[in-house]
C-alpha cells in the first residue's frame, strides 16, 4: 500500500513551513472555515452531560435515527436507523466496507480519477482495482457503457464519488439512472456512492445512487460532516447500506476501533438535524473561488482545465509541460511538476498519479481568495520559467 498523497503532500508543506519557507499549501481537501458555533455547542454540552464512555459500536441510536433522517431529507433514501453505521471519517467507513465485502482476487472497478484512498483500501484487502480512465473532454464522467464493459465474473462492486473528488464533476440523475441501469443487470455487483462533497454543488441538486428501488440492494451510500459542516478533525463518517452490509461493517468496526467518538458523535447530531440551506454562504464563497482559480487557470498557456460543477477542486491538465526543463531538470511527470511547483514556486499541490490521471494535478481551493490569488501568481510564475 502506499502512503496518502494527499496527506504526504501536506506533510511536506508542513515540513518546508517550519524550515521557515513560505509555502503556500493547497493540497490538503479540507474546508478553511471553523465549525459552526452550534455544532461546538452541542459538543460542549455533551460532555457536560458525560457522554464520555464507550457507545454502541455503530453508534448512538438517536444519531442513527437523525441520519436515517436526514438521508430521507435530503436524498430521499430510505434507511432505517438498523442500516446506518457512524465510523471514524467517511475513510473508515470505506475500509470497513471494503474489509467485509472483498476477498482476495475479487475486482473492484474504479473510475479514474478517483479519491486516493479508494485503490489502496482495495488493496489492503487483496483486491484488484479495475482502474477505468475517464476524460477531461468528456468532464471525468464514466458512462453506462464503460461500466458495463469493465465487469467480468469477478467484479464485486464499483466504487466513485459525486461530486467527485479530485475532478468536482457532478453526476445528474440521468446519468446515475444510466449506471443504475448497468448495476440492475449484475445483482452480484455491488456500488459504494461517496456522497461527502453533496453539498458543495454549485449547478444543481444533488442526486443519490440509492434512491433508485431497483439498485437500492446493491448500493452502499457513503457520506460525513467532514466537508459540508467543516468538521475534518471531529473524524465522524457513516453509511446507509442493506442491512446485511451494515451488520458487517459493525462487525469490523467492532473489532477495529469500536465506536467513533463519543462527543463528536453528540456534535454530528447537531450537524445532521441543521437545514442545510445555512451552508449558502460557504458554498458562495467556494464557487467564487472556484471562478478565480478557472480565471487564472485560463491564463496560464498550456494548462487545461474543465469546469467543476462541485467539490473544492479543479483538476486540470498539465501534460504539455512534460519534456520541458527547469534548469537541467526535465519534467517527465505530474509528480516531477509538482515537486517544482512545490520546491520553486513555493506552492503545494497534489499530483494526478495519485488519482489514477498522471496528466493531471489537483488544486484544492479551499483556501481565501488572497491566498488563492498568490498561489496563481506562483504557479503562472513557475510555469512560465520552465524552457522547452
Ligand atoms: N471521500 C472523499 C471523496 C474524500 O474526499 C474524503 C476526504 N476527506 C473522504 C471520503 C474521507 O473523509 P473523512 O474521513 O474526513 O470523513
Ligand atoms: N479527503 C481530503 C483530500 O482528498 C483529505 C485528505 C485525506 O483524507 O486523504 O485531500
New binding site residues.
Partial sequence: MEE????AM?RKSRELKAQGKDVISL????PDFFTPQFIKDAAVEAMEQNYTMYTPVPGYDDLREAIANKFRRDNGIPYTKDQIVVST?A?QSIANLVMSTINPGDEVIIPAPY???YAEIVKVAGGIPVVVPTTIENDFKFSPQQFRDAITPKTKMMMFSSPC??TGTVYSKEELRGLADVLKEHPNVIVMSDE?YEHINFGGSHHSLAQFEDVYEQVVTVNGV??AWAM?GWRVGYIGAPKLIADACNKMQGQFTSATCSIAQRATIAAVNADPAILKDMIAAFESRRELVLKALAAMPGVIANKPGGAF?VFPDISSFFGKKAGDKVIESAEDLCMYLLNDGLVAL?SGEAFGDPNCL?I?YAASEETLTEAMRRMAAALEKLSA
Fill in positions: 496518502s498523497a494527499t496527506l501536506s493540497s490538503l481537501g479540507e471519517g475513510k479519491w486516493v484512498s473528488n479530485p461527502i467532514s466537508k475534518t477542486y497534489v489537483r484544492s
